[in-house]
T-cell receptor, first 115, second 107 residues
Framework: DAGITQSPRYKITETGRQVTLMCHQTWSHSYMFWYRQDLGHGLRLIYYSAAADITDKGEVPDGYVVSRSKTENFPLTLESATRSQTSVYFC??????????????FGQGTRLTVV | LAKTTQPISMDSYEGQEVNITCSHNNIATNDYITWYQQFPSQGPRFIIQGYKTKVTNEVASLFIPADRKSSTLSLPRVSLSDTAVYYCLVGSNDMRFGAGTRLTVKP
């Protein structure tokens, strides 16, 4: 199915553990993004990627690692999870046309709880 | 990076037109203005995008004055289902969301 999918949808992990959130898009969009959204707040950009093997920090990158070896995948790893990283994580992708980054499409989100 | 400022919340009634203004005083020459809508427990959804003057699509209009230091999202004849958080974004590479405007439409 075409689209952008995140996995898992829900995850409970313990403090100190490494956890990886997956994001996969089928459109071959150039751009991909990771956000976290804490309860009752707006989205904060963690990392983004303009193309395969190109990643840049966003607003809140500390404690997170990303990679993008393939255009369609953009995994987000929490190297040593902390309770403050409990949040809903959204992945998004968008393309570029005429120098303009076009509309972004978001995944359904991953609800991560760190206990 | 251009920072955006929006009202935290707005209330309206069904059938009214709603205008949400976003300030972006430091907008760069190559920045576009984009608006997204988010319902609870869902990812944001694109509404409209523009560079200058006026853009209209089937759900909204976007008004951008000549100096581009602000923009206004206009939702015609809102319904209860338009209750959501609306975000204004400015930029060309990354996408940074602010706190957004929580719109509540009342019957």
């Amino acid at each position: 199915d075409a689209g952008i999918t995140q996995s898992p949808r829900y995850k409970i992990t313990e403090t100190g553990r490494q956890v990886t959130l997956m994001c996969h898009q089928t459109w071959s969009h150039s751009y991909m993004f990771w956000y976290r959204q804490d309860l009752g707040h707006g989205l904060r950009l963690i990392y983004y990627s303009a193309a395969a093997d190109i990643t840049d920090k966003g607003e809140v990158p500390d404690g997170y690692v990303v990679s993008r070896s393939k255009t369609e995948n953009f995994p987000l790893t929490l190297e040593s999870a902390t309770r403050s990283q409990t949040s809903v994580y959204f992945c998004a992708s968008s393309d570029v046309g005429g120098g303009l980054r076009t509309e972004a499409f978001f995944g359904q989100g991953t609800r991560l709880t760190v206990v | 990076l251009a920072k955006t400022t929006q009202p935290i919340s707005m209330d309206s009634y069904e059938g009214q037109e709603v205008n949400i203004t976003c300030s972006h005083n430091n907008i760069a020459t190559n920045d576009y203005i984009t608006w997204y809508q988010q319902f609870p427990s869902q990812g944001p959804r694109f509404i409209i995008q523009g560079y200058k003057t006026k853009v209209t699509n089937e759900v909204a209009s976007l008004f951008i004055p000549a100096d581009r230091k602000s923009s206004t999202l206009s939702l015609p004849r809102v319904s209860l289902s338009d209750t959501a958080v609306y975000y204004c974004l400015v930029g060309s590479n990354d996408m940074r969301f602010g706190a957004g405007t929580r719109l509540t439409v009342k019957p």
